[in-house]
């Protein structure tokens, strides 16, 4: 037991230290903060123009597709980059576990894009003056979404090359589908079957069900099973990333 409860610890302090170096280097700077920060504004313009749908019920489809690009944008760069660097090449072969360089890389995007979500919500609120019925599962949905999400990107970031344009098209490849598959454009009631077999394995799906629930009580599955699904999610791409990066090290 000591000997897991020290390894635990160390783990957690070399994942906390990788995603302090991340966010210093990469995401605390002017342009990704305006850009991420204008992203949801852009989107709700998209969202918005011919609808009739009343601006508020917009709110949550727009909040879980702006975690999901929040969250799985910047590591599938930085990554790629500091292999050009050799900089990651070093960080495996120091005497950090990579469960511990999984994690905090996917912890950096995780930080970063559950500010972004407080911050659209918080403007939100102001600018169109939604409601909150269930704030507990509105924190957890973000911050869960994000560290989902981050994970994911994390585990794309695996594909052993320098190329940026290389990762970003593979999880784009991902991420678009996504969009249109997950009940945020197209409800889920409205696709057919085999459409809705698809958005059932999507963790967006779940995600904007979750925030669904925290702004009117609408839920299709359950903010439990929500919340299971973007768990189990989250430890499936922590592991399997685990696994590729281990093969990096090799």
């Not at 990704?32 to 313009?45: A, K």
């Not at 979750?210 to 973007?230: H, I, S, Y």
Request: charged share 10%; with cysteine; glycine share 6%.
């Amino acid at each position: 037991m000591p000997g897991w409860f020290e390894q635990i610890s160390c783990d957690l302090g070399a994942a906390w230290a990788i995603a302090r170096k991340d966010m210093k280097i990469y995401y605390i700077k002017p342009s990704i903060l305006v850009s991420s920060l204008l992203f949801p504004f852009v989107m709700f313009l998209a969202f918005a123009i011919g609808r009739n749908a009343p601006a508020g019920t917009l709110i949550p489809g727009l909040l879980a597709i702006t975690l999901l690009f929040s969250a799985s944008s910047i590591e599938p760069v930085s990554i790629p980059i500091e292999r050009r660097t050799k900089t990651f090449d070093r960080l495996l072969a120091a005497p950090v576990s990579v469960r511990a360089i999984v994690l905090g890389a996917s912890l950096s995007g995780a930080l970063f894009a559950s500010a972004i979500g407080v911050a659209t919500t918080a403007i939100s609120l102001v600018a169109f003056r939604t409601g909150i019925i269930h704030i507990v599962a509105l924190l957890l949905g973000i911050a869960l979404t994000s560290l989902c999400f981050s994970t994911m990107g994390t585990l794309f970031a695996a594909y052993r090359t320098e190329n940026v344009g290389e990762v970003m098209s593979l999880l784009n490849l991902v991420r678009l589908p996504l969009l249109f598959i997950s009940g945020v454009f197209i409800p889920l009631a409205s696709m057919p079957a085999w459409g809705q077999s698809i958005a059932f394995l999507s963790p967006l799906t779940y995600a904007h069900d979750l925030t669904l629930f925290a702004f009117d009580g609408t839920t299709l599955f359950g903010p439990v099973a929500d919340t299971a699904v973007l768990v189990l999610a989250t430890v499936l791409f922590q592991a399997v990333g685990a696994l590729l990066y281990r093969r990096s090290r090799e």
